[in-house]
């Protein structure tokens, strides 16, 4: 009888099929996932010609205009930036993922816990992340690079340690909206007749968790996941803006640009400089953003119908 009672809670194969047939009708969506798959590709497979290739300085070629040699020309220091903006956008899309990934752990535990528990715990949770939402992420991630950093790189070395402590800093205060999310799916989905049924049936609450609730939450963290990467990527590229985010000599698209102002003036006007990361990191932020609205429309319980 518990069984037959909690079977809804299991995946609905038809329904998944349905929705993901959804998505790919959406023409758009479809563009922006070729598009993204094709630069994470370009970063990945390139990454062994862009390492070095990214630091090989030629003084007396600084700032060429895009050749046939140099596609899209060369930085001050006579680097290729073909090759700066492919390591780049490597180190960008893998801060925005792993930062995505701790967002979502963190946020999807806090949620479910505090969904799940209720009560003045679930009261005291959510206020805790009330008080968060209004403090200036900026703030927060320079305290956390400041308590930490010093002691990763003892570790893992400087260049390593900026990376993963500007990772863990973003995923850090990356996780609200994932936890208010989670837990509104919780306090919804407890009230369900398999739920009942599975606690009736002596089944403990972390395995209510884990085989009826989880699998009903897959759908709205792959849509919220989707759409803290390009959130992700753009604080690493603002950080990196200012200066406070990736070191050189290590490229990302945020630096480059941050580099690329510097070369405009009225003297020379190096627009390739700033050009080129710039499209790169908006062309990929908004098939994020693209893949994000398509996951979402089809994923979105009032289109189910």
């Not at 050749?67 to 899209?72: G, K, R």
């Given at each position: ?23 790919r ?5 479809i563009?922006s ?17 862009s ?12 700032r060429?205009p ?7 020309g ?138 009826h609730?989880?699998p ?40 480059l640009?941050?580099?690329g102002?510097?070369a ?42």
């Open positions: 009888m518990t069984r037959t009672a909690t079977t809804p809670a299991l995946y609905d194969v038809a329904h998944e099929a349905r929705r993901w047939s959804a998505f009708r959406n023409r758009l969506a563009a996932l070729v598009f993204l798959a094709a630069i994470v590709a370009a970063c990945v497979l390139a990454a062994a010609w390492i070095p290739a990214s630091n090989d300085q030629h003084l007396d070629d600084a060429t895009p050749t046939w040699l140099q596609p899209l060369t930085d001050k220091l006579g680097r290729p930036l073909w090759a700066r903006c492919l390591l780049g956008g490597l180190i960008s899309l893998g801060v925005g993922l792993a930062a995505a990934a701790i967002s979502v752990i963190i946020g999807t535990g806090w949620g479910a816990f505090a969904g799940l528990t209720g009560g003045r715990v679930d009261a005291i949770m959510m206020r805790l992340v009330d008080i968060l939402y209004g403090l200036p992420y900026i703030l927060l991630v320079i305290l956390i690079k400041f308590a930490f950093e010093r002691r990763l790189e003892g570790v893992f070395g400087a260049a390593a340690a900026n990376v993963i402590i500007l990772f863990l800093a973003i995923g850090a205060v990356s996780w609200l909206t994932m936890a208010r999310v989670v837990r509104g799916q919780v306090l919804s989905l407890k009230a369900q007749p398999f739920v009942e049924a599975a606690r009736a049936g002596g089944v403990s609450g972390a395995g209510i968790f884990w085989r609730l989880l009903n939450l897959i759908g709205p963290i792959l849509v919220y996941a989707t759409l803290t990467v390009p959130q992700a990527m753009l604080q690493e590229s603002f950080l990196s803006f200012l200066g406070i985010g990736i070191h050189p000599p290590l490229p990302s698209w945020g630096n640009a941050a580099d102002l510097e405009i003036n009225n003297v020379q006007s190096a627009w390739w400089l700033i050009v080129f990361p710039c499209t790169l990191l908006s062309a990929t932020l908004l098939s994020l953003n693209f893949i994000g609205d398509g996951l979402r429309d089809a994923f979105d319980p009032s289109q189910s119908g």
